[in-house]
Structures are given as C-alpha cells and as structure tokens.
C-alpha cells in the first residue's frame, strides 16, 4: 500500500487496520502519526500493548479483563454477592461501572446466541453462569443485555435455563432515555415507555 | 474511564484515544478488540510498533520515513536524479507513489508555512531544498503541494527563493478530478478547469 515504505511500515499499516474504528487510509494516517510522535506515543504504546498482552487474562469466576484472577470486581468484599448482572462484553461491565448502577457482582456472557453467525450456547460462558446462579448464594440475576433480537433471543434462553433454580430473573426497564427527544424515538421504544408508565 | 479495569488497561485507552480517527469511546472498543485477540493482533502489533520505532528514521537526504538512510527512493538507481518532486508529508509521498505518476526524487517538507500555527521557514525541510536544487543536477522541481490557502503560500515562498537558481519550477495541474461530476465541484476548481482546457 505504501509503495516506497519497507515491510516493517506495511506490516504496522496492516495490523492497525484492524483495529475497529480505523479503515486501510486511517491505519496509514495513524502509522505516520505514530512515527511522527515516535517517542511521546509509538513508544509507549507498544509497550503498553506488550504489558497488556502479558498481564491481562479474562477473570476465571466472570469473564471479566484484569490483571489479578479473580478480578478487581469478584474479589471486592464491598460487593454483594446474592445479585448477579449478567452482560454481553466486558465493555458493557464498563459501560454499567461508569454510570454506577450496580454494586453487585458480573457475569460476562462473551456474546449473544446467534444462529446467524453461528454462535451457539457452547460459545458462551452459559454453563458457568447456570452454576453461579444456582450456588444458592444469588437471590436475583438481572438480564443487562441488549435491546436487539439476538440479544434478547439470548435473554430468552437465560430465564428459560435458570427457571428450575428458583432465583428471581429481572431485565433493564425499557423507556424514554434521559435527553431522549420523543419525535426522534422508534415506535418500539415509545410504545414500552406508554407501557411502562409511572406515577409522576 | 473503565472504572473496574486495572491502570494497565487504562493506560492502553489513554494512548489508543491519542491517534488520528480513534477518540475515548473508540479506544475502549479498540482496546477490547486488542485483548480479545491478544494473540492475533496484540502481539503482533505491539511487536510491529516497537521494532518500527527502532528501526524506521527520517531519510537524511529526502526526508521520507525507512528503514535505511539513505532512504529506498534516493538509492534508486532507476530514478532520475533531475526532477525534484516536493512534498508537504510523508503520506503524500505514499500517495504520489501509489499513483504511480513520477519517478524522480522527492522532498519531503515536513509541512507547510503557517503564520497561524507558528510555522515558519526554519520549522520545514527548506534550506536543504533550496541546497538540492541549486547542486547543478536538477533541472525541475515539481511543487506537488496541497492546494490549500498554506499550501500554495509555501509554493510562492520556495518559487520566490528558487528564482536564482534557475531551474525550471512547475506545480500540479488543476481541473476536473477523475470521476469528478461538474454540479459538486467547487467554483475555483470549475473555473481553474475552464483557464487551462486544451483540445479534446
């Protein structure tokens, strides 16, 4: 792609165009960028990847990335552990402890059920979680997964394999987001919020 | 920003946030991409950045970014040595090279003048243009500069301290680009196609 530049730019340009987010031109952008900056970013950056590399590993209880097994969350005696949040990716445990929703443990399914893609329940950590709820310790599982039909097709499942345990199954309430204009929501969303409606 | 991940996830966002087309939200999206392929991507690619960091330098005769200095297009031995082809950045010199449309040497400016970002001559490859082209083997200099309000002040400045010289000083045509539709072109580019249209 680069033409006169050696293999070892090609070989940078190719592995940064498969980051999401960055195409063939703006993995060429951030290339030069980072040869630009050589010591204030590449340089630090590669070796933040190689440390990562090295240290991060998916927690062995809930499928969380951290550095310590268990992890930061599973091993915090603040958290309780009768409530369990059950999420798609570890970016959305992010998403829930930024807004900090929740002060219960995680459960990190690694995707939704998907017969398209071909994901089925072997693909997911399903029997690990099936186990976790039914330890006897957990009182409720909330479903946090997302509000498309994989997501809860996969929700679906869930409840219907956690039913012979006894533990209460709740899912995220569906509405009017915060700042949500109504003239600019979907007639699903507006039609759960009427729903859903609430003593004010 | 993640909140439950360690300060070694942390740190990789901070640094993917800082290149080009990437901001916080997509460094996260990034950084996940990279731990779930950790083998496939993070290895490398930290690997590719630090060997890139250590082995690529700014080629001393041209300014174009290799492995070897003098850099791949100056040792050319199929390239002429009598046109310059001047550059603002490295990225263009890849791009002129994907064209395809020259094969002579470059020069890479390193950027433009700019009074607004405090660019001046000193900041740029200049003195050692004016040395190259005035050696007595170039006969043009070909200012392939952008055609924005900076680059064609640059272009009068390298014209204006190449007049002694003698040497021939030309600049990339401008007219319809390929593919171009006239109704979405811009008026300058519209009546700059109009000045300079030749026989069909």
């Known amino acids: ?5 050696g293999p070892e730019i090609e070989r940078l340009i190719q592995l940064l165009a498969k980051l999401p987010g960055l195409g063939p031109r703006s993995a060429r952008r951030a290339a030069l960028h980072l040869m630009k900056k050589r010591e204030a970013l590449m340089e630090p950056l590669a070796a933040a990847m ?45 998403a829930l402890e930024r807004a900090g929703a929740f002060a219960g443990k995680y459960h990190v399914l690694g995707g939704v059920l998907s017969a398209l893609d071909g994901v089925g329940p072997d693909d997911l950590n399903l029997a690990s979680l099936i186990e976790r709820a039914g330890n006897g310790s957990v009182s409720e599982v909330i479903l946090a997964l997302n509000a498309t039909v994989d997501g809860q097709t996969t929700a679906h499942v869930i409840a219907d394999r956690l039913a012979h345990t006894g533990v ?3 899912s995220l309430a569906r509405g009017v987001p ?23």
Not at 50 to 71: F, Y
Not at 178 to 200: M, N, Q
């Open 178 to 200: 915060v700042g949500g204009e109504l003239d600019y929501l979907d007639d699903g969303t507006l039609a759960a919020a009427f729903r859903s409606r609430r003593p004010a």
């Open 50 to 94: 190689a440390e990562a590399a090295e240290k991060i590993r998916p927690c062995s209880i809930c499928g969380n990335l951290d550095v310590s097994d268990p992890c930061t969350v599973c091993r915090d005696p603040k958290r309780g552990d009768s409530v369990l949040c059950v999420v798609e990716t570890v970016g959305d445990l992010w």
């Open 168 to 170: 209460s199954i709740t």
């Open 1 to 5: 792609m680069a033409g006169t530049a």
